[in-house]
């Protein structure tokens, strides 16, 4: 790497000073987190409704200077209240057929999925389907709420940022079934 100074200093009698000492510039990647502020999801049970979570990784973008990002952030969710057998999709991809470094887990004892490798653009998108009669309230508030504690992670250092948990109203409506054959 080399320094090129150049001045506009009038004293000066050369405008101009290039030297070459040899120095090693480290660039630490720093773990920015994200915001939420999720609004009402809701539609029909057994289709895929988008969580309008509202999501926006500080730093969403990878880093272009000549050479791949190696340092890639990612966020991690924790969604309860959902119920056992949802299922997640990005984009109408299945979650699990998303990419490599995208996982999901469901945590019986605490009706919790744990979703992991999420991109900004994934973020955006991201639906579940599942039966109305699964969901169960895990706040106070008015309308149905599913809690989601969400944090990022820095590619290159595992490093995480300071977990953020909201509450989200989910309105899923049940199908009725019909009096002919269903």
């Known amino acids: 790497l080399q320094l090129i100074v150049a001045s506009g200093e009038e004293t000066l009698k050369d405008k101009l000073y290039e030297t070459s000492d040899p120095f090693t510039l480290t660039v630490t990647p720093k773990n920015d987190g994200l915001v939420i502020n999720p609004s009402r999801s809701f539609g029909k049970e057994g289709t895929a409704v988008t969580l309008n979570l509202n999501a926006g990784m500080v730093d969403d973008k990878a880093a272009s200077?000549?050479?791949?990002?190696?340092?890639?952030?990612?966020?991690?969710?924790?969604?309860?209240?959902?119920?056992?057998?949802?299922?997640?999709?990005?984009?109408?991809?299945?979650?699990?057929?998303?990419?490599?470094?995208v996982t999901v887990s469901y945590a019986e004892d605490g009706d919790a999925y744990t979703i992991t490798g999420l991109l900004q653009e994934d973020l955006d998108v991201l639906a579940v389907v599942q039966a109305a009669s699964a969901?169960?309230?895990?706040?106070?508030?008015?309308?149905?709420?599913?809690?989601?504690?969400?944090?990022?992670?820095?590619?290159?250092?595992?490093e995480t940022s300071t977990p953020v948990t909201v509450y989200a109203e989910l309105d899923m409506q049940p199908v009725r079934a019909t009096l002919g054959n269903d």
């Open 65 to 101: 200077a000549g050479k791949a990002d190696a340092s890639i952030e990612t966020t991690s969710l924790i969604i309860s209240g959902l119920g056992q057998y949802a299922a997640f999709t990005v984009g109408g991809v299945p979650l699990t057929e998303l990419r490599d470094g």
């Open 135 to 158: 969901i169960t309230d895990q706040s106070t508030s008015d309308g149905v709420q599913i809690s989601v504690t969400a944090w990022t992670v820095e590619g290159a250092t595992g």
